[in-house]
């Protein structure tokens, strides 16, 4: 199993993404009805501006949460309060299609990720976890 081949020999070519647009809830439905962990967010064009990690969702219900004072809140309330923009990470770190296994591998060895976005020309193109590199690998 050479580690000098190219990502695309074994990343998921059809990512499910999310929008820019995307609420709250659209986005928590994703990662339920889905089994990802990251979620590359595209504009109209499909170029990528963020991602976001089902580690972020959690985030939105502890900042909104308020001890003293707890409140209910519906999805609909949050879908009003919380922008994708303000959980994503925007311009996240990707790889191209071309580039190697081992450059992918070195990147998440080094940045700790486990998801890189792949990108050619500006456009996402497919996405790449520790999960596929490990399933190459064994």
Same mark, same amino acid.
């Given at each position: 199993? *050479?580690?000098? /081949?190219?990502?695309?020999?074994? @990343? +998921? ?17 994703? #990662?339920?009805?889905? *089994? ?13 501006? !963020?991602?976001?990690?089902? &580690? ?9 949460? &308020? ?6 809140? !519906?999805?609909?309330? =949050?879908? &009003?309060?919380?922008?994708?923009? +303000? =959980? @994503?990470? *925007? ?15 070195? =990147? #998440?060895?080094? /940045? /700790?990720?486990?998801?890189? *976005?792949?990108?050619? &020309?500006? $456009?996402? $193109? !497919? ?6 590199? @490990? !399933?190459?690998?064994?």
């Amino acid at each position: 199993m *050479p580690l000098s /081949k190219p990502v695309s020999t074994i @990343m +998921s070519s059809s990512p499910v993404v999310g929008s820019v647009t995307s609420k709250f809830s659209q986005v928590l439905r994703l #990662f339920t009805e889905f *089994p990802v962990h990251h979620l590359p967010i595209v504009d109209a064009d499909n170029k990528l501006i !963020g991602i976001v990690s089902s &580690n972020d969702l959690p985030k939105v219900f502890f900042a909104i949460c &308020n001890v003293d004072k707890p409140v209910l809140m !519906g999805l609909a309330d =949050i879908d &009003n309060s919380v922008s994708l923009e +303000s =959980i @994503m990470s *925007p311009n996240p770190v990707t790889i191209s299609s071309g580039e190697s296994i081992a450059a992918a591998t070195q =990147i #998440f060895k080094d /940045k /700790k990720f486990l998801a890189l *976005p792949v990108v050619d &020309n500006g $456009v996402l $193109v !497919g996405i790449l976890s520790v999960k596929d590199i @490990m !399933g190459y690998i064994a």
